[in-house]
């Protein structure tokens, strides 16, 4: 049923009607009232009846009560109301003064008649009101979970026409408010939340500022089967009340999305190897470098050189640096330089200085933009680190700590491809070429956070549009938070040997598409499928791209060495110097000519 409009003009003669009723049948009780007997309203004179209607009806004009708008009745209009019906008393009750004497007209009488005609009067108004607003089947119900101010007013609007929501029951873990009601809903506590799910059909489920936390919606989510059900905070409730569609959650985190217990750095031990070095990140302006210089900046480095060939992506590091403090500016210096020019690095200003560690985060890392320009990753990937370990050893470099990935693994995209080989040319490098500095690479899998990474796409999706995009429903992925990733990666350089592969513990692989879902309950939203039409995001799978898996590896084989941390794992994995020594040679030759290279063969030397 949808609400009643009527012109406005219409809706004041039917309030003044109203009244005109209601003074007239309260000056006819209270008459009554006042001989304890029933007293005809043909007894009484006409004159008493136009006294009240006249004072009345005047007065509640130039009050302005029939300008209020009934369908916002509430206790202002009550107050105003009572005002002005004070006044027509006084002026009814001098009037009887003078009048009483000719016209029968107890003294007592309009003390009766204004209570009974403001009494009327509201009741009138609370009913029309609820005629007005009367929508419930197109609202929609919710339960409320925990009590507070904010979650009171989100009731009190609720109550409002175009509110499309309906809060019918109500959630609290106060023992105060035990057995209580509030606007005649029945508090109940959380220990009843699996009987009032399981009882009740909910399209909402509102927390308060208490509730709203992963913890809650993890025990709605894992232990209670809410399937239309949409979890929504007060902000949310609010543009509901305001007859809005609701904009989803913005203020995901990684913990919120995948069950992975937070990390515990050990700051002591990373403060004894960094504190007074000179430390180098190459792509200091990505996601994976600007977060090595975040945390390195920490551990006190007595220079920090940031490189990168994006000024835009330097500027925003420098300043997120400089501003919250994290490093004094004397110290960070920025290099505006591609890898792949050392002759660049050797002339800026750096030949004298003396550089302790190197972090290579430098790469280009889109999958999908590697497999349609190979050519273009394959010399930024590989070139780019040749020219690096060349400055490594130029500069004579105590450590240098190469930024892999799990792509590299049994490689099928050009991304993995060039990540493998950069690993065969750090070994290269290690064996045949300088083996005065320690050599890392260390292998990780997604980090959310980082740019293309899956969970912040979805997200901003979500923002912009009525789907989310999935390549393959069984597509599964590792994932740690970037502040982890590079966690580890600082801590791995604690664990010595001359050369190693490091993989990092990223826990089991998860479904991208429970991801996806997962995202979308926690934004307040529901998936949109066949089974329910009226869901808000529908998840559309596209198809594998190229050189994309539906599973991820971490490690060749099973040679897996623990190491100190139960994170960091070492790979022992048997590179050929021979081999690998020709392969290298060879694709560095076709990078020097500036020859088109073949996938097929890429991947059948490299694999």
């Known amino acids: 049923m949808k609400n009643i409009n009527l012109p406005r003009n219409l809706k004041k003669i039917i309030i003044i009607s109203a009244d005109v009723i209601c003074i007239l049948f309260s000056v006819f009780i209270a008459f009554s009232l006042r001989l304890e007997t029933f007293y ?22 130039f009050f302005g009560i029939y300008d209020t708008v009934i369908r916002f009745f509430n206790i202002l209009n009550i107050l105003n109301l009572s005002k002005s019906l004070i006044i027509c008393a006084l002026f009814i009750i001098f009037a009887n003064l003078i009048i009483y004497k000719q016209i029968y007209f107890p003294r007592s009488v309009p003390y009766i008649a204004i209570v009974l005609i403001f009494l009327s009067m509201v009741f009138v108004r609370v009913i029309l009101n609820l005629i007005l607003n ?6 929609k119900n919710c339960l409320l979970i925990g009590v507070s101010r904010n979650s009171l007013n989100v009731m009190n609007l609720s109550r409002n026409p175009e509110s499309l929501i309906n809060i019918n029951s109500i959630i609290d873990a106060t023992k105060d408010l035990k057995k209580t009601k509030i606007n005649g809903i029945s508090i109940s506590k959380f220990e009843d939340l699996e009987k009032i799910l399981k009882n009740n059909e909910f399209d909402f489920i509102i927390l308060n500022e208490k509730f709203n936390n992963i913890k ?27 007859g809005q569609k609701h904009s989803p959650e913005k203020n995901l985190n990684f913990h919120d999305i995948v069950d992975k217990t937070k990390f515990h750095p050990n700051k002591d031990l990373l403060l004894k190897k960094i504190s007074n070095k000179s430390i180098l990140i190459t792509g200091a302006g990505g996601s994976i470098g600007s977060e090595l210089a975040k945390q390195i900046s920490i551990y006190k480095p007595r220079n920090l050189y940031l490189l990168d060939n994006s000024e835009i992506n330097l ?12 490093i004094l500016i ?20 750096l030949k004298s200085k003396k550089i302790d560690i190197i972090f290579h985060a430098a790469a280009f890392k889109h ?21 690096m370990l060349n400055f490594c050893k130029y500069m004579k470099v105590k450590e240098f700590v190469f930024i892999s990935s799990d792509k590299a693994v049994n490689p099928k995209s050009i991304l993995g491809i060039s990540k493998k080989i950069g690993e065969y040319l750090v070994f290269y490098y290690y064996k045949m070429i300088n083996n005065r500095t320690h050599y890392s690479i260390v292998r990780f899998g997604n980090v959310i956070g980082s740019s293309g990474s899956v969970i912040p796409k979805f997200i901003n999706q979500i923002s912009s549009s009525s789907q989310l995009t999935l390549s393959h429903k069984k597509v599964k992925r590792y994932f740690m938070s970037i502040q982890e990733a590079i966690y580890l990666t600082l801590y791995s350089m604690t664990l010595k040997k001359n050369f190693n592969i490091f993989a990092l513990d990223m826990g089991n692989q998860i479904s991208i598409y429970n991801i996806a879902n997962r995202i979308i309950k926690l934004s307040g939203m529901n998936a949109k499928t066949k089974k329910n039409a009226k869901g808000d995001i529908e998840i559309k ?9 539906i599973k991820e590896e971490i490690s060749l084989g099973k040679n897996l060495e623990r190491t100190k941390h139960e994170k960091i794992f070492r790979c022992n994995e048997n590179f050929e110097i021979k081999i690998i020594s020709k392969k290298i040679k060879n694709i560095l030759k076709l990078i020097s000519l500036n020859k088109s290279i073949n996938k097929k063969k890429i991947i059948n030397d490299f694999k």
Do not use: H, W
Not at 134 to 139: C, E, G
Not at 541 to 549: F, M, R, T, V
């Open 40 to 61: 005809s309203p043909l007894a009484i004179n006409i004159t008493v009846y136009f006294l009240f209607l006249v004072i009345i009806i005047g007065v509640n004009f």
């Open 134 to 139: 009367f929508n419930f089947s197109k609202k």
């Open 216 to 242: 809650i919606k993890n025990i709605i989510l894992k232990d209670y089967k809410i399937d239309n059900a949409r979890i929504i905070n007060l902000d949310q409730s609010i543009q509901l009340v305001q």
């Open 315 to 326: 500027f925003d590091i420098y300043n997120n640096l400089i501003m919250n403090k994290k």
């Open 330 to 349: 004397n110290k960070v210096k920025i290099i505006l330089c591609d890898c792949n020019k050392i002759n660049d690095l050797k002339l800026n200003n």
């Open 367 to 387: 999958l999908s933009f590697g497999e349609n320009n190979l050519d273009s990753m394959i010399y930024n990937n590989v070139n780019g680190l040749n020219q």
């Open 541 to 549: 799978i596209s198809g594998l791209k190229k050189g994309e898996k």
